[in-house]
């Protein structure tokens, strides 16, 4: 008849399964789409089974290009859902996303401090790619760290990573964000959470990375 609803397909579930999918995913995949939201219910089914995760494997299960599969990946760090620092790869359900996104208010960035922060990159890492500038461009206009934090987050890579990369920065990043630090100050208040500011901290001596930055631009931090 006109108007009425048709009533909905009842579903009987598979026994045995071993992939405990909780909700949240399901209410972000709109958000995150298919292919981040597939790769991290792959990520649970491995994790459940207590196996190691490969991306040449998780690329083949999902039958998608290793690019495509990365880029899911760096979506789900960036939004929460995994946390990548580190040799190990954690499983997270974000807390109330919504609100979270709703509390984060973009700051002005000056733009000298984007160019310092990009030439830092370049100078001690490798020369930043356009992806890379977008990112350390949303670590300080929408995460509101200050350049100078992501300065100390590049050395704290630097002395902790074997293989240093971007995504172990964003790791360290995130860690740092979730703990309330956004300026230099935060981070000497707080010098348990690095390992470059540990020994001045509740000082005002040059920091390694300071003096490093000094060392690179000599004339930026006058």
């Known amino acids: ?8 397909v009842l579903l009987k579930g598979v026994e045995g399964m071993p992939v405990q999918v909780p909700r949240e995913i399901l209410g972000c995949q709109a958000r ?36 495509e599969v990365s880029k899911a990946l760096a979506l789900l760090a960036d939004q929460g859902w995994i946390n990548d620092e580190g040799l190990e790869i954690q499983l997270v359900v974000p807390e109330l996303p919504e609100a979270a996104a709703a509390l984060e208010t973009p700051v002005e960035v000056e733009p000298e401090a984007f160019e310092w922060l990009v030439s830092y ?4 890492v490798d020369a930043a790619s356009p992806e890379e500038m977008r990112k350390l461009l949303y670590w300080m206009e929408v995460k509101g760290l200050s350049h100078e934090v992501i300065a100390v987050a590049v050395e704290e890579m630097l002395v902790s990573a074997a293989q240093p990369s971007f995504p172990y ?3 360290i990043l995130r860690n740092w964000h979730a703990a309330g630090i956004r300026t230099y100050n935060d981070l000497l208040e707080n010098s348990h959470l690095t390992k470059v500011l540990g020994p001045i901290a509740g000082s005002r001596e040059l920091s390694p990375a300071e003096k490093k930055w000094k060392e690179v631009f000599p004339d930026e931090f006058e």
Request: hydrophobic content about 45%; proline content about 8%; charged content about 20%.
């Open 1 to 8: 008849m006109p108007g009425q609803r048709t009533r909905g």
């Open 32 to 67: 995150l789409g298919p292919a981040a939201t597939l790769a991290w219910i792959n990520l649970l089914a491995l994790a459940q089974a207590g196996k190691p995760m490969h991306i040449d494997d998780l690329t083949e299960a999902m039958g998608l290009p290793k690019w």
């Open 121 to 124: 990159w370049s100078a001690r």
């Open 169 to 171: 920065l964003e790791g």
